[in-house]
């Protein structure tokens, strides 16, 4: 069975910089692994997504090139490096792993930051908290 676990959160103030981990216990053999984070009285959204074939990577619209997604598949491990933070990124950071998506328009099956009621394994979660 995978298990997820997050590490790395913890405060910054603004322009700083973190670099969240995300260690896989057990084989994961889902097409996509991302972040996704939720702020108190906010719905969950999706960070950033890779594609575990091929390396597609999507990020949110927020993100604005200060954030970084890669994995490191000797090691099982998922992260993500935050730089230039800001208040508006504090939250609960979530790892997880599910299945592509069909859109058509992006050319067929994709890992997608807007189907995370079908990702299958999350971990339990790493505060980032961002002060001015």
């Known amino acids: 069975q995978v298990q997820l676990m997050e590490s790395g959160g913890g405060s910054v103030q603004t322009g700083g910089s973190l670099r969240l981990s995300c260690t896989a216990s057990?084989?994961?053999?889902?097409?996509?692994m991302g972040w996704f984070r939720q702020a108190p009285n906010s719905e969950r959204e999706g960070v950033a997504v890779?594609?575990?074939?091929?390396?597609?990577?999507t990020y949110g619209d927020f993100v604005k090139a200060r954030f970084a997604i890669s994995k490191e598949n000797a090691k099982n491990a998922l992260y993500l490096q935050m730089t230039r933070l800001s208040p508006e990124d504090t939250a609960m950071y979530y790892c997880?792993?599910?299945?592509?998506?069909?859109?058509?328009?992006?050319?067929?099956?994709?890992?997608?930051?807007?189907?995370?009621?079908?990702?299958?394994?999350w971990g339990q979660g790493t505060q980032v908290t961002v002060s001015s």
């Open positions: 997880a792993a599910g299945p592509r998506t069909y859109i058509r328009s992006e050319g067929g099956w994709v890992c997608s930051l807007h189907n995370q009621n079908e990702w299958n394994y």
């Open positions: 057990g084989a994961v053999n889902t097409h996509c």
């Open positions: 890779i594609d575990n074939f091929g390396g597609r990577t």
